[in-house]
Structure formats: C-alpha cells, structure tokens
C-alpha cells in the first residue's frame, strides 16, 4: 500500500513538473516574440527618426538655394513612383544625380536626400523678378544593421521678396513606405 502511494505521488510531482515546464517554455516564447517585436519597431523608429533628419538637412538646404539654383546641386522633378520602385541597394549606391548623404548618429542608422526643383512661379513688381520656386525634398532613412527603411518626401514654397528675403513654407508631408 505504502508503494501504491509513492507511486501515485511520484506521478503527481511528476504531473506537476510537466506542466510546470510547459507554462515557463510558453511564457519564454511570449518574451522571445516580445523581444522580436519590440527590436523590430526600435529598428523602424530609428529608420523613421534618419528620415526625419534628413529632411531637415533638406529644407536647410533650401534655404541656402539662390532663386534660379544650380543644377548640380538639385534634380528635375520626378515621378513619385520613380522613387517608390528604388530598392534600397539604390539609395545607398548613389554617389551623384544629386543625392545628399546626411549624417546621422550610428546608432540611428544612414540617412539621405534629394532635392527637386519643381519650377518658379514669377511675380512682377518694379522690374524685380520675385516670386515662388518650388522643391520636393524625398529623404530615405535605413535602421540599424541594415533593417528597416523609411521613404518621406515634403514639399516646399521658397517665397522670394523685393528685399531678397524670403520665407519658407511646407505645403505637404507624406510618408511613401
């Protein structure tokens, strides 16, 4: 009888022990797909955060373009999907046609831009030519290690004055990926 009973707690300890064992491997793969996921959007954030940099490299850019500016610095405009189907390898390759590397902290990620000059809109006044110009600043924006890439894109109004003064407007803000 006494065997019967060690027995039969043995089997329970044992019962015990498996379920035990089987709530801590389940809650380590909770932790493990948290930790997953929580990197994950770390890496995205960061990519965003590189984005966002470089477009503020961008529009101070701008703000330092003359009225009718030089082409080296800046490109035609472009189509929005001629920027959509670059891959990434695309935007970390150029070296010229005007894209703009712009430093960021590593533990960011790598940031770059362009700058479009979409056209001028003239004013008369006085024999001064004054007016608007327009550009689109599209920043690319990769993570860490590689991971996670961000495509925003701005659109400006450099309003010129008389004076040479101006004032720098943003008419939209999107994000393309």
């Not at 490299?57 to 959509?84: A, C, H, M, W």
Request: proline residues 3%; positive net charge; glycine residues 6%.
């Amino acid at each position: 009888m006494q065997k019967y009973q060690q027995a039969h707690i043995l089997i329970t300890v044992l019962c015990l022990l498996l379920i035990g064992s089987m709530l801590s491997v389940q809650s380590l793969s909770r932790a493990v797909m948290a930790y997953r996921t929580n990197a994950a959007v770390l890496v995205s954030a960061n990519a965003f955060s590189a984005a966002e940099l470089a477009l503020q490299g961008g529009e101070k850019q701008i703000r330092v373009l003359p009225l009718q500016p030089d082409r080296s610095n800046i490109i035609l405009q472009q189509t929005l999907s001629y920027f959509l189907e670059k891959p990434v390898e695309w935007w970390l390759e150029q070296s010229s046609s005007g894209i703009v590397d712009y430093p960021v902290p590593a533990a960011i990620g790598q940031a770059r831009y362009i700058i479009e000059y979409l056209g001028f809109t003239p004013f008369q006044d006085d024999e001064v030519i004054t007016g608007d110009v327009f550009y689109r600043v599209t920043a690319f924006g990769l993570g860490q290690r590689g991971f996670g890439n961000v495509l925003l894109q701005t659109t400006w109004r450099k309003r010129i004055f008389i004076d040479s003064t101006y004032e720098l407007h943003r008419l939209a803000w999107r994000q393309l990926r």
